[in-house]
C-alpha cells in the first residue's frame, strides 16, 4: 500500500508540473475550449501509460542495446516540438472572418506525442526505476503503475486544458491571441531545453 501511495505521489507530481503536454493542453483549451479539446486530454491520458508500459516490457532494452537510436530520438523530438511550437505560435489568430485558425490536436496526435516528449521519457524512465522491472515485478504491478497515469495525466491535462479555457477570456483580441500563443510556443521550446542539453 505504501508503494501505490508513493507511486501516485510520484505520477501526480510529475503529471501536473509544466512541461511539453501542459504547455500544450493549456494552449489549446485557451484557443478553442474544453470540449474541442477534450480529444487532446483523452489522448495524454492513454498515450503516456501505453508508452510507459511499452518502454517496460522491452522497449527501454533497445535503448540499452543501441544508445544512438535514443540520441536521435532526442533531435528528432526537438526538432518535432519546434514545428509544433511554430504551429502553436500561428494559431488561434481570428482571420477576417473573426474565426480562429488552427485546430488542437485529436486523440491521436496527443497520444502518439508521448514518443517524442522529453518529459514523457523522463518520467517512464523515472517511474520504472521507482517501482521496478516487468520481469522483477510482474505484469499485474505494471498494469497498475499504467492505471495510476492514466488517472493522473487525464488530471492533470484536464486541469490544465480548464486553466486554458480560463485565461481565454483574456486574449479576446487577435493580438492578444498572437501574444499568448508565442509565448506558450517559447515556453514549449524551453521545456525541451533541459532534457535536449
Known sequence: MN???ALL???????????????MVMA???NWGFMRSAPHVLGIGI??????L?????????????????????????????F????????????????RTGKPLTFFQAALFQWVNPKAWV?????????GE???????????LALIFVLAGWSSAATWCLFGTAIARFIDTGRRAAIFNGAMAILLVVSMLPSLL
Open 9 to 23: 505521489g510520484f505520477a501526480l507530481v510529475t503529471a501536473f508540473t509544466p512541461g511539453p503536454n501542459n504547455t
Open 123 to 131: 518520467m517512464a524512465v523515472g517511474a520504472l526505476a521507482l517501482f
Open 54 to 82: 511499452a518502454v517496460g516490457f522491452g522497449l527501454g532494452a533497445v535503448f540499452e542495446a543501441f544508445p544512438i537510436v535514443h540520441i536521435v530520438l532526442r533531435y528528432v523530438a526537438f526538432a518535432y516540438l519546434v
Open 134 to 144: 516487468p520481469s522483477a515485478v510482474g505484469a499485474a504491478p505494471m498494469l497498475m
Open 84 to 99: 509544433l511550437a511554430w504551429k502553436l505560435a500561428r494559431s488561434g489568430r481570428p482571420d477576417a472572418a473573426g474565426v
Open 3 to 5: 508503494q501505490i501511495l
Open 47 to 52: 498515450g503516456f501509460p501505453a508508452m510507459l
Open 28 to 30: 489549446s483549451g485557451a
